[in-house]
């Protein structure tokens, strides 16, 4: 099992050899993400290690939105993957799928309406 991150989510990824079913909190990963974009990024490192049809993917996902969510689970799918056979540790690399992606929400700020916005200024 391992961790995979991105923004708020955190999805937790179970690789078992089989037939290539991939689950998503107990759903078929095509209905828990709509978007083709989604998939495509969830499907990535098993495409490009040409595993596809190989493992049974579980993954369970917790926080932050869908987009966050995928990226979580490209992650943690890229470094399942690295466990299972470390000789495919330099095409993911290569990808750029075994780096967490480090950008955050800013914080909101005192004195202000977010985290750049200020409160609206009248002169008179």
Do not use: C
């Not at 987009?67 to 890229?78: I, K, S």
């Amino acid at each position: 099992m391992t961790v995979g991150r991105r923004k708020e989510a955190v999805a937790r990824v179970r690789m078992i050899p089989g037939t290539g079913v991939m689950l998503i909190n107990h759903r078929p990963y095509e209905e828990y993400f709509p978007r083709e974009a989604w998939r495509l990024a969830v499907r990535q490192p098993l495409l490009l290690t040409h595993q596809l049809g190989k493992w049974d993917v579980r993954a369970s996902i917790a926080g932050g939105g869908l987009t966050g969510q995928a990226g979580a689970v490209r992650l943690g799918l890229a470094r399942a993957l690295v466990q299972v056979d470390p000789a495919l540790r330099s095409v993911l690399r290569g990808a750029g799928l075994l780096t967490r992606d480090p950008r955050m929400k800013e914080r909101k700020k005192y004195g202000q309406k977010g985290a750049r916005k200020r409160f609206q200024w009248t002169k008179r």
